[in-house]
């Protein structure tokens, strides 16, 4: 049988140094995204968040069921933006556009009704600099969720089974938009 030869405390002292010095050489080559200060001479990343104004989303009508998810989306991003703290003078104003949809998954087929549904958010923000007016961010996320059906007689347990499938995604949007959102305020891309 093939055994590796036992390493000398010399050698293992050899690498270790090695592997210090290559750490110590590229510690300064990285800034934590969400670092409450910044490396440079501008602002952090989580102050630069906290000043994006978030405006409602704009196509969805009052009193719909969309309603409640776009307040709940909104409320999601505004905390995500700001961690709780109360919110800076706006330098930039995002916009949003969303559709949400239902699927059925899986249908019994003996009762013809869902087992398994799936609820969908689809998301499009552009992000304006107030200064100027340009758009200096545009694009697009969504996300799906699936969730049980208990049976027909549990009706009530269906809803409630929807509505915590659209908060996961929504809270999964926000957090996708806020992740967009830092990479722009740190690259400028």
């Given at each position: 049988m093939w055994w590796p030869k036992p390493r000398s405390t010399a050698d293992r002292?050899?690498?270790?140094?090695?592997t210090m010095a290559l750490a110590g050489l590229v510690a300064g080559c990285f800034q934590p995204l969400y670092a409450s200060r910044s490396t440079t001479d501008g602002s952090s990343v989580a102050d630069r968040l906290r000043s994006v104004e978030v405006g409602p989303v704009s196509n969805v009508p009052n009193g719909t069921p969309e309603a409640r998810i776009a307040a709940e989306?909104?409320?999601?991003?505004?905390?995500?933006?700001?961690?709780?703290?109360?919110a800076n003078s706006p330098t930039h104003r995002l916009t949003m556009q969303m559709t949400s949809l239902r699927q059925q998954v899986i249908v019994d087929v003996t009762t013809s009704r869902p087992d398994v549904e799936q609820a969908g958010i689809t998301m499009s923000y552009t992000l304006v600099e107030l200064a100027s007016g340009k758009t200096v961010i545009s694009g697009?996320?969504?996300?799906?969720?699936?969730?049980?059906?208990?049976?027909?007689e549990q009706r009530f347990a269906r809803a409630r089974g929807r509505r915590d499938a659209e908060s996961r995604a929504s809270k999964v949007i926000a957090e996708d938009i806020r992740s967009r959102l830092a990479s722009y305020f740190i690259a400028g891309t």
């Amino acid at each position: 049988m093939w055994w590796p030869k036992p390493r000398s405390t010399a050698d293992r002292c050899a690498r270790f140094v090695v592997t210090m010095a290559l750490a110590g050489l590229v510690a300064g080559c990285f800034q934590p995204l969400y670092a409450s200060r910044s490396t440079t001479d501008g602002s952090s990343v989580a102050d630069r968040l906290r000043s994006v104004e978030v405006g409602p989303v704009s196509n969805v009508p009052n009193g719909t069921p969309e309603a409640r998810i776009a307040a709940e989306l909104r409320n999601s991003l505004i905390f995500e933006l700001t961690g709780g703290a109360p919110a800076n003078s706006p330098t930039h104003r995002l916009t949003m556009q969303m559709t949400s949809l239902r699927q059925q998954v899986i249908v019994d087929v003996t009762t013809s009704r869902p087992d398994v549904e799936q609820a969908g958010i689809t998301m499009s923000y552009t992000l304006v600099e107030l200064a100027s007016g340009k758009t200096v961010i545009s694009g697009q996320t969504f996300s799906r969720v699936s969730y049980d059906n208990p049976g027909q007689e549990q009706r009530f347990a269906r809803a409630r089974g929807r509505r915590d499938a659209e908060s996961r995604a929504s809270k999964v949007i926000a957090e996708d938009i806020r992740s967009r959102l830092a990479s722009y305020f740190i690259a400028g891309t």
